[in-house]
């Protein structure tokens, strides 16, 4: 079973192994470790993946089966850092598909997106402006992809990107499995003011083929907590907080089920960063997308990676 869903997803979360197997997480470990001697797997900061090193990208109906409860806190706690009246990307993948969700009811919100299904999350959002990039349809993750995209972001400026990849390193940053997603999602990079990446920790310390977006364009990274056994994805996440990057930490345990609920209500742990990297200033309302920036006042209350 558990080599079977790791084929099948490319990449697994010890959480989600012992769910669907309906066993302890150290079970799921025991039998990851003599499947990795075998060479069948490869394990990974909490998880397994398929061997050789770069994983693969699943489709769209695996990847939104993946990590649910961590996704969901992700976004319940990312959608804190937009405010009203903001212009912002948003990139195609199942955890942003998650925070378009609960962006529905921010006033004035202006969405710029290649993701058909971001776009259908707030289709119905009556206060929200919601701009298509062009391009051509990939069916597995419902992108835009191609020279139409990215032609159709230049001269854009907003005031963040929200994005989510196949892997996270602080040695590469952002990294995607196909090289047409990439490119775009370097098109959106491009067209903000800050990046904040959504990366549940089964991707902390995964190195997929294609870079996105390097560890000094990182702004912010928002995720979950690492299970408490995971000292590698921990270690990664100091590292990049060592690199300038900040790190929100929301609790998986965090509500599940309400598309608005405040990012306030997260688990978070707090703690000193190291000052903005050159290039990092602060967002830009709206009106940034016809070209004209006006400073919205920096809110974030970032997490602390320190253990106990």
Known sequence: MILEMVRANGAVSLRELARVVQTSEVTVRRDVRALEAEGLLDRRHGGAVLPGGFTRESGFP??????????TAIADLAAGFVEEGEAIVVGAGTT??????RLARVPGLTVVTNSLLVAQALAHAN????????????G????LVGSG???????????RAF???????????????????????????QAAAEVVVLADHTKLGSD???????????TRLVTDEPPAHDDRAATELQA???????????????????????ARRQQRRDMPLPAPRRGQGPGLRAAAVLGEQAPVPERTRVADLRRR
């Open 96 to 101: 942003t598909q998650e925070l378009a969700r």
């Open 62 to 71: 695996q990847k939104s089966h993946l990590a649910t409860a961590e996704k």
């Open 208 to 218: 997929t083929m294609f870079q996105t977006v390097p560890t000094d364009v990182i």
């Open 149 to 159: 995209a990215e032609q159709s972001l230049q001269g854009l400026r907003v005031s």
């Open 240 to 262: 990049l907080a060592d690199q300038g990057v900040q790190i929100a930490v929301a609790g998986a345990s965090g509500n599940q089920g309400g598309d608005d609920v405040p």
């Open 127 to 138: 206060r929200v402006e919601v701009v298509m990039t062009g391009g051509t349809l990939r």
């Open 163 to 189: 994005l989510s990849g196949s892997g996270l390193t602080a040695e590469r940053g952002l990294s995607t499995s196909n090289m047409l997603s990439a490119s775009v999602d370097r098109a959106l990079v």
């Open 140 to 143: 597995s993750n419902y992108a």
